[in-house]
């Protein structure tokens, strides 16, 4: 028995060196090399991080590079996400609700701002004063935004459906060109676009309602969370540097905003009018304002009757990452 134990114990010895061995790779093959984080005009504290380079800092010390890639609008955002092509990806909350509902496992971890940043406009000479005479019109609309929902949810609101209007599907900025050349009666908009219309071509906001304007959350994937907290917690804390300094430097926000954005000072001031930075703890408030927006669409018929909108908002808002860095 001795002879036979003895000749088992190198064996032992090389499975258990396999063992750590397969440990090692496996977390070699885990580790971030570099982390994806998206900037998009309508996130102006995105615009002071990546100017700043305080992420980069952060993360230098770990050997992890950062990559921006821009989003032009929520649902770039979010497909980018699902996509993993993004670790984290700026969106409007009703917007997540709705990439969630349709499978893409998204988690908002952050509130970057409280907008205003959508409204319906109309050009400089149109007759539209109202809600209702859209009807018969042609509306140009970035599918899976803020906009869109909000253009849906109003349209409800007011007694009319998709069916009532023609909805042209493009993405924000091609939306703006569009109202300006006359292809289309009304815009859903997005600042800073929607800022440029109204101060450069003289568009108007004809219906603004700032309470079903859902809040710009900062997203990641739920493996992303799950295997990187750490790296989650150094984003967060890069982002409150951010903001921090977006709140007490106003004219220097505005100047990274009209810079980056290739904006005038009073395009981007009146962006800045709209936008609410006071906020960044993601929790109950914002859980009920998406689950609202949610609940409206699926009064609309956007969302399937069989949904369970409470559960899923309550699933995509995690508030944990914000609470433990002690976040406001």
Do not use: C
């Amino acid at each position: 028995m001795s002879a036979l134990h003895s000749w088992f114990r190198p064996l032992r010895a090389i499975a258990a060196a396999a063992v750590l061995f397969g440990s090692a790779a496996a977390v070699a093959a885990d580790k971030v090399d570099e982390v994806k984080i998206d900037f998009a005009y309508y996130s102006p504290v995105s615009l002071v991080l990546k100017e700043k380079g305080w992420l980069e800092e952060e993360l230098k010390k770990d050997g992890i590079k950062v990559r921006w890639v821009q989003s032009l609008g929520s649902n770039k955002a979010l497909e980018y996400l699902n996509a993993k092509s993004l670790d984290f990806g700026s969106s409007a909350g009703a917007a997540a609700l709705l990439a969630r509902i349709n499978g893409n496992p998204v988690k908002s971890v952050y509130v970057y701002s409280r907008p205003e940043w959508t409204a319906l406009v109309a050009g400089k000479d149109s007759a539209i004063a109202k809600v209702a005479d859209l009807k018969g019109k042609r509306i140009a609309a970035t599918r899976g935004t803020d906009p869109h929902i909000f253009l849906i949810r109003t349209l409800a609101e007011n007694g009319l459906t998709e069916k009532d209007v023609k909805i042209v599907l493009l993405q924000h900025q091609d939306g703006r060109l569009a109202l300006a050349k006359g292809d289309v009666d009304a815009w859903a908009g997005l600042d800073p676009l929607m800022a440029q219309a109204e101060l450069d071509d003289g568009a108007r906001l004809f219906y603004r309602n700032a309470e079903i304007n859902t809040w710009g959350v900062l997203n990641t994937r739920e493996d992303f969370a799950a295997d990187h907290p750490e790296l989650v917690a150094k984003v967060l804390q890069a982002y409150e540097k951010a903001r921090a300094f977006a709140v007490a430097n106003p004219a220097e926000l505005k100047r990274i905003i009209a810079e980056q954005a290739k904006l005038s000072d009073a395009v981007a001031a009146r962006q800045l009018e709209r936008t609410d930075l006071s906020t960044a703890a993601i929790g109950d408030r914002q859980r009920k304002t998406i689950e609202g927006a949610g609940l409206a669409l699926q009064q609309a018929g956007v969302i399937a009757a069989d949904v369970n909108v409470a559960a899923a908002a309550a699933a995509l808002v995690d508030p944990s990452f914000a609470a433990k860095l002690g976040i406001k």
